[in-house]
């Protein structure tokens, strides 16, 4: 399928059955900011919970945090953002609009009299290239002066690094351990795009792990390994998953050794997560900025050390637009084209669909009572109109993998029939049976 008609179609499927919609959209939207209707948000927070299950509940190593989106302004010195954070633009002083210098619909050298606007065409319009930070002000307090400037955080391992002798004092952990967190992250991007790939406002699933110096290597090769391996565990196909290592000329300051995991979107190969080495920048940097030692006592090797941390940081939004690019296919099937997200039953939002054949017999009784029934356990959603064929279409469409049906048999028989999406087969199951079969099939790894 085109690049641009598997986008065009995603977000317009995204829209007409509630998984993302443009934010503030009766007021025309704002650029690069998006919301997500009933069916994404089950989606995102599928995703969020798979990752909190895998990193946090099923390890004895790593603890949850959740740290405001506020922070103490020099932490982002500390961290390097306030000076480096940057991308260097150039307006176009014809039709006001603004480039990254690196973009590539830019014709000619900005700054020079042979570069043309890609927007208004103009020539000779276009700024040197100016360094913007990328990260969102705001004020505290009641005067808005340059003493009373907050960021909103644009990544939420600052909050962990910030912590990170408080986890280790009120929880039983020791290094090598861990600290995961799921939280809001802000940056102005200035080329945004691709719906929910690249915006404004996002969430990160961050994990930093607090390793000896010297066995930092060896974590990272762990991580790299359980990280790749937890993207095929929510059904991504791996053969559209692959590893890119950043050279010497990508590597981020304070990095050692990074890794990016990148999927295979319509529009290229594009990064969904970073692990990283960031040795003790961190630590070290907010030792110096804050005066407080973050040295850890190794109380068996009696030596005092700072922590490297391994990073783990992967989008949520990016995952979960992964997710749908990876699940939507379109079939023919008896002539008519079936769209389906082929999701993992575990990522699906809605698990099944519950149906009266018709609305007669006491069919529609009977599938109300299922319904509340199931409802106690997963999300399941009841539809008695139309016909049953577009019935089983609308589900396809949303990734639901069960469809249940009541019928003129299941009164006597107390069986109902479930039809998988995949493979659009029927089996009958009895009415009693229906919340274990279904829910042995949706507990994700
Ligand atoms: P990119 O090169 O795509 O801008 P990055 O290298 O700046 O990403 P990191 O700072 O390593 O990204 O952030 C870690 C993860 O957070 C990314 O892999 C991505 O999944 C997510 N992420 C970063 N920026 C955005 C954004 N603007 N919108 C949505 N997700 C984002």
């Known amino acids: 399928m085109a690049e641009n008609t598997l986008m065009e179609k995603l977000v317009s499927l995204a829209k007409r059955r509630g998984f993302v919609f443009q934010s503030s959209e009766i007021y025309g939207g704002l650029g690069s900011v998006w919301d ?69 619909r830019i014709k000619g050298t900005p700054g020079q009299p042979d570069a043309q606007c890609p927007v208004c065409g103009s020539k000779g319009t276009l700024t040197e290239p100016r360094l913007f930070n990328l990260m969102f002000k705001t004020f505290m307090g009641p005067v808005e002066e340059q003493a009373a400037v907050v960021y909103l955080r644009p990544e939420t391992a600052q909050g962990i690094y910030v912590n990170y002798q408080n986890v280790l004092n009120s929880s039983r952990q020791r290094v090598p351990f861990g600290i995961a967190q799921i939280g809001k992250a802000f940056r102005n991007e200035i080329t945004p795009g691709n719906f929910i790939f690249r915006t404004r ?51 981020a300051h304070y990095a050692k050794a990074a890794y990016d995991i990148e999927y295979e979107f319509p529009f290229g190969w594009q990064e969904i997560e970073g692990v990283h080495n960031r040795t003790d920048f961190d630590l070290g940097r907010h030792q110096e900025y804050s005066g407080k030692k973050l040295e850890y006592f190794d109380q068996a090797a009696n ?11 992967a989008g949520a939004d990016r995952v979960t637009l992964t997710l749908m690019a990876d699940a939507y296919r379109e079939e023919t ?49 009841y539809d008695d109109s139309g016909a049953i064929g577009r019935r089983y279409r609308r589900m396809d469409e949303a990734g639901t993998p069960f469809c249940i049906t009541v019928d003129g048999d299941t009164q006597a028989g107390q069986t109902v029939t479930v039809r998988a999406r995949d493979t659009m087969t029927q089996e009958r199951v009895a009415i009693d049976q229906l919340a274990e079969y279904i829910g042995s099939r949706i507990r994700g790894s």
């Open 36 to 104: 997500y209707g009933p069916l994404g948000v089950e989606l995102k927070k599928n995703v969020k919970d798979r990752w909190w299950r895998a990193m946090v509940h099923a390890r004895d190593d790593i603890e949850g945090l959740d740290a405001a989106i506020l922070m103490h302004p020099r932490v982002w010195e500390a961290s390097g953002h306030v000076a480096g954070f940057t991308d260097p633009l150039v307006d176009c002083k014809q039709c006001k609009n603004r480039f990254r210098a690196d973009d590539k």
């Open 201 to 251: 406002e996002f969430e990160q699933m961050e994990m930093q792990f607090f390793v000896k110096p010297g066995t930092d290597m060896e974590w990272f090769e762990r991580w790299r390994e359980w990280r790749m391996e937890w993207h095929k565990s929510i059904g991504l196909t791996p053969t559209r998953l692959r590893w890119h290592a950043h050279g010497p000329g990508e590597l």
């Open 303 to 313: 030596e005092r050390y700072l922590p490297y941390i391994v990073e783990t940081s």
């Open 333 to 381: 099937v008896e002539g008519e084209t079936r769209v389906v997200l082929g999701f993992d039953p575990g990522i699906a939002p809605i698990k099944a669909g519950v149906f009266p054949l018709v609305k007669k017999d006491g069919m529609a009784e009977l599938a109300d009572r299922i319904y509340h029934d199931l409802k106690r356990h997963f999300p399941v959603f």
